[in-house]
Protein backbone atom coordinates (compact mmCIF):
# COMPACT_ATOMS: atom_id res chain seq x y z
CA UNK A 1 0.00 0.00 0.00
CA UNK A 2 1.29 3.65 -0.91
CA UNK A 3 1.99 5.81 1.73
CA UNK A 4 3.17 9.35 2.30
CA UNK A 5 3.46 10.69 6.02
CA UNK A 6 3.91 13.99 7.12
CA UNK A 7 5.33 14.61 10.69
CA UNK A 8 2.41 16.24 12.28
CA UNK A 9 -1.47 16.52 12.03
CA UNK A 10 -1.09 19.57 13.86
CA UNK A 11 1.29 22.15 14.97
CA UNK A 12 1.25 25.36 16.69
CA UNK A 13 4.16 27.87 16.66
CA UNK A 14 5.13 31.21 17.35
CA UNK A 15 5.59 34.16 14.94
CA UNK A 16 8.84 34.46 13.93
CA UNK A 17 9.94 30.52 15.03
CA UNK A 18 11.86 28.54 12.24
CA UNK A 19 9.45 25.65 11.16
CA UNK A 20 10.13 22.57 9.66
CA UNK A 21 7.59 20.03 8.12
CA UNK A 22 8.42 16.73 6.76
CA UNK A 23 7.16 14.18 4.20
CA UNK A 24 7.91 10.91 3.66
CA UNK A 25 7.19 8.81 1.07
CA UNK A 26 8.18 4.76 0.12
CA UNK A 27 7.21 4.58 -3.13
CA UNK A 28 10.58 5.51 -4.56
CA UNK A 29 8.65 8.62 -6.43
CA UNK A 30 10.83 10.92 -8.02
CA UNK A 31 8.35 13.77 -7.95
CA UNK A 32 7.43 15.21 -4.67
CA UNK A 33 5.32 18.17 -3.72
CA UNK A 34 4.37 20.85 -1.23
CA UNK A 35 1.11 22.87 -0.81
CA UNK A 36 -1.08 24.86 1.03
CA UNK A 37 -4.87 24.81 1.13
CA UNK A 38 -6.68 27.51 2.04
CA UNK A 39 -10.73 28.06 2.16
CA UNK A 40 -11.30 29.79 -0.90
CA UNK A 41 -8.25 29.77 -2.41
CA UNK A 42 -8.25 25.83 -3.13
CA UNK A 43 -4.75 24.33 -3.62
CA UNK A 44 -1.43 25.66 -4.15
CA UNK A 45 1.65 24.79 -5.06
CA UNK A 46 4.73 26.25 -2.85
CA UNK A 47 8.10 24.04 -3.95
CA UNK A 48 8.11 20.76 -5.77
CA UNK A 49 11.45 18.93 -6.54
CA UNK A 50 12.17 16.37 -9.09
CA UNK A 51 15.21 14.60 -7.94
CA UNK A 52 17.32 14.74 -5.07
CA UNK A 53 18.72 18.47 -4.29
CA UNK A 54 16.50 19.04 -7.00
CA UNK A 55 13.94 22.03 -6.74
CA UNK A 56 11.61 24.89 -8.35
CA UNK A 57 9.54 27.51 -6.76
CA UNK A 58 5.64 26.86 -7.36
CA UNK A 59 3.33 29.45 -7.45
CA UNK A 60 3.34 30.62 -4.29
CA UNK A 61 7.19 30.05 -2.49
CA UNK A 62 7.58 33.35 -0.90
CA UNK A 63 8.54 32.41 2.88
CA UNK A 64 8.86 29.42 2.03
CA UNK A 65 12.66 27.06 1.33
CA UNK A 66 12.78 23.46 0.49
CA UNK A 67 14.98 21.02 1.21
CA UNK A 68 15.84 17.37 -0.37
CA UNK A 69 18.21 15.52 0.41
CA UNK A 70 17.00 11.70 0.15
CA UNK A 71 14.37 10.75 -2.59
CA UNK A 72 12.09 9.86 0.07
CA UNK A 73 12.23 12.67 2.01
CA UNK A 74 10.67 16.26 1.36
CA UNK A 75 11.15 19.26 3.94
CA UNK A 76 9.67 22.54 3.77
CA UNK A 77 11.16 25.35 6.05
CA UNK A 78 9.60 28.43 6.95
CA UNK A 79 12.34 30.54 7.93
CA UNK A 80 10.40 33.23 10.33
CA UNK A 81 6.73 32.01 10.60
CA UNK A 82 4.17 34.74 10.18
CA UNK A 83 0.14 34.88 11.02
CA UNK A 84 -0.92 34.78 6.82
CA UNK A 85 1.36 31.15 7.15
CA UNK A 86 -1.02 29.42 9.35
CA UNK A 87 -3.04 26.84 6.67
CA UNK A 88 -3.60 22.99 5.72
CA UNK A 89 0.10 21.94 4.07
CA UNK A 90 0.00 18.78 1.74
CA UNK A 91 2.76 17.10 0.76
CA UNK A 92 2.18 14.82 -2.64
CA UNK A 93 4.41 12.49 -4.28
CA UNK A 94 4.23 10.93 -7.90
CA UNK A 95 6.35 8.96 -10.46
CA UNK A 96 7.98 10.81 -12.95
CA UNK A 97 6.02 11.52 -16.22
CA UNK A 98 2.37 13.41 -16.96
CA UNK A 99 0.33 10.06 -16.90
CA UNK A 100 0.37 9.22 -13.18
CA UNK A 101 -1.72 10.20 -9.91
CA UNK A 102 -0.25 12.19 -7.54
CA UNK A 103 -0.32 10.18 -4.24
CA UNK A 104 -1.54 12.75 -0.84
CA UNK A 105 -0.27 12.54 2.40
CA UNK A 106 -2.24 13.93 5.61
CA UNK A 107 -1.76 17.32 6.20
CA UNK A 108 -0.66 19.38 8.57
CA UNK A 109 -2.29 22.01 9.68
CA UNK A 110 -0.35 24.86 10.79
CA UNK A 111 -1.42 27.55 13.39
CA UNK A 112 1.41 30.41 13.70
CA UNK A 113 0.12 33.05 16.80
CA UNK B 1 -9.86 33.47 -14.46
CA UNK B 2 -9.35 30.20 -13.07
CA UNK B 3 -7.41 27.51 -15.35
CA UNK B 4 -9.71 25.14 -14.24
CA UNK B 5 -13.39 26.11 -13.24
CA UNK B 6 -15.61 23.58 -11.08
CA UNK B 7 -19.44 23.77 -10.30
CA UNK B 8 -21.39 24.14 -8.06
CA UNK B 9 -18.86 25.38 -5.42
CA UNK B 10 -21.60 23.72 -2.68
CA UNK B 11 -23.84 21.29 -3.34
CA UNK B 12 -26.26 19.63 -1.02
CA UNK B 13 -28.53 16.37 -2.01
CA UNK B 14 -30.82 13.94 -0.11
CA UNK B 15 -29.42 10.10 0.10
CA UNK B 16 -30.11 8.51 -3.36
CA UNK B 17 -29.86 11.48 -5.72
CA UNK B 18 -27.83 11.22 -8.67
CA UNK B 19 -25.02 13.76 -7.78
CA UNK B 20 -23.18 15.80 -11.04
CA UNK B 21 -20.18 17.88 -10.38
CA UNK B 22 -18.38 19.92 -13.38
CA UNK B 23 -15.55 20.97 -14.58
CA UNK B 24 -13.91 23.10 -17.02
CA UNK B 25 -10.51 23.76 -18.21
CA UNK B 26 -8.93 26.19 -20.38
CA UNK B 27 -5.78 24.38 -21.06
CA UNK B 28 -4.07 21.80 -23.25
CA UNK B 29 -3.80 18.88 -20.89
CA UNK B 30 -2.27 15.51 -20.88
CA UNK B 31 -4.46 14.26 -18.36
CA UNK B 32 -7.25 15.37 -15.55
CA UNK B 33 -7.96 14.19 -12.42
CA UNK B 34 -10.84 13.63 -10.09
CA UNK B 35 -10.17 14.20 -6.11
CA UNK B 36 -12.21 13.18 -2.96
CA UNK B 37 -10.97 15.02 0.47
CA UNK B 38 -12.92 14.09 3.50
CA UNK B 39 -13.17 16.56 6.49
CA UNK B 40 -10.06 17.01 8.50
CA UNK B 41 -8.61 14.00 6.14
CA UNK B 42 -6.12 13.86 3.61
CA UNK B 43 -6.61 13.71 -0.40
CA UNK B 44 -7.62 11.05 -2.32
CA UNK B 45 -7.18 10.17 -6.14
CA UNK B 46 -10.42 9.04 -7.08
CA UNK B 47 -9.88 8.89 -11.28
CA UNK B 48 -7.18 9.81 -13.40
CA UNK B 49 -8.37 10.50 -17.49
CA UNK B 50 -7.47 10.99 -20.44
CA UNK B 51 -10.28 10.38 -22.76
CA UNK B 52 -13.46 8.77 -22.34
CA UNK B 53 -14.93 7.26 -19.15
CA UNK B 54 -14.24 6.05 -16.14
CA UNK B 55 -16.33 3.84 -13.45
CA UNK B 56 -15.27 2.80 -10.36
CA UNK B 57 -18.42 1.77 -8.11
CA UNK B 58 -21.05 3.93 -7.81
CA UNK B 59 -18.69 6.74 -9.47
CA UNK B 60 -18.57 7.76 -12.87
CA UNK B 61 -16.16 10.19 -14.52
CA UNK B 62 -16.27 11.46 -18.04
CA UNK B 63 -14.17 14.31 -20.13
CA UNK B 64 -14.52 15.39 -23.36
CA UNK B 65 -10.93 16.87 -24.46
CA UNK B 66 -12.79 18.81 -27.25
CA UNK B 67 -15.07 20.95 -25.20
CA UNK B 68 -12.37 20.83 -22.40
CA UNK B 69 -15.01 19.46 -20.17
CA UNK B 70 -15.35 17.26 -17.07
CA UNK B 71 -17.76 15.68 -15.36
CA UNK B 72 -18.40 13.03 -12.00
CA UNK B 73 -21.26 11.65 -11.49
CA UNK B 74 -22.31 9.51 -7.98
CA UNK B 75 -25.15 7.14 -8.52
CA UNK B 76 -27.48 6.40 -5.76
CA UNK B 77 -25.34 9.04 -3.28
CA UNK B 78 -25.11 8.10 0.36
CA UNK B 79 -24.44 10.33 3.13
CA UNK B 80 -20.43 8.61 3.02
CA UNK B 81 -19.99 10.54 0.24
CA UNK B 82 -20.04 13.78 1.51
CA UNK B 83 -16.80 15.24 1.14
CA UNK B 84 -14.86 17.95 -0.93
CA UNK B 85 -14.13 16.64 -4.57
CA UNK B 86 -11.25 18.62 -6.54
CA UNK B 87 -10.86 18.48 -10.33
CA UNK B 88 -7.10 18.83 -11.55
CA UNK B 89 -5.47 18.65 -14.55
CA UNK B 90 -2.09 18.19 -15.67
CA UNK B 91 -0.81 21.05 -18.37
CA UNK B 92 1.03 19.71 -21.18
CA UNK B 93 2.98 22.78 -21.67
CA UNK B 94 4.59 22.67 -18.39
CA UNK B 95 8.12 21.17 -18.47
CA UNK B 96 9.65 19.52 -15.10
CA UNK B 97 7.52 17.28 -12.60
CA UNK B 98 4.03 16.95 -13.31
CA UNK B 99 2.33 19.73 -12.09
CA UNK B 100 -1.69 19.55 -10.97
CA UNK B 101 -3.51 22.91 -11.61
CA UNK B 102 -6.60 22.71 -9.32
CA UNK B 103 -10.17 24.20 -9.49
CA UNK B 104 -11.58 25.44 -6.30
CA UNK B 105 -13.19 22.34 -5.15
CA UNK B 106 -16.96 21.48 -5.09
CA UNK B 107 -18.44 20.49 -0.78
CA UNK B 108 -20.75 17.63 -1.34
CA UNK B 109 -23.25 17.19 1.51
CA UNK B 110 -25.55 14.13 1.54
CA UNK B 111 -28.34 13.90 3.67
CA UNK B 112 -30.14 11.05 5.09
Known amino acids: DVKVTQSSRYLVKRTGEKVFLECVQDMDHENMFWYRQDPGLGLRLIYF???????EKGDIPEGYSVSREKKERFSLILESASTNQTSMYLC????????????FGPGTRLTVT | KNEVEQSPQNLTAQEGEFITINCSYS?????LHWLQQHPGGGIVSLFM???GKKKHGRLIATINIQEKHSSLHITASHPRDSAVYICAVTPTLIQGAQKLVFGQGTRLTINP
Open chain 2, 49 to 51: LSS
Open chain 2, 27 to 31: VGISA
Open chain 1, 49 to 55: SYDVKMK
Open chain 1, 92 to 103: ASSPIGYSYEQY
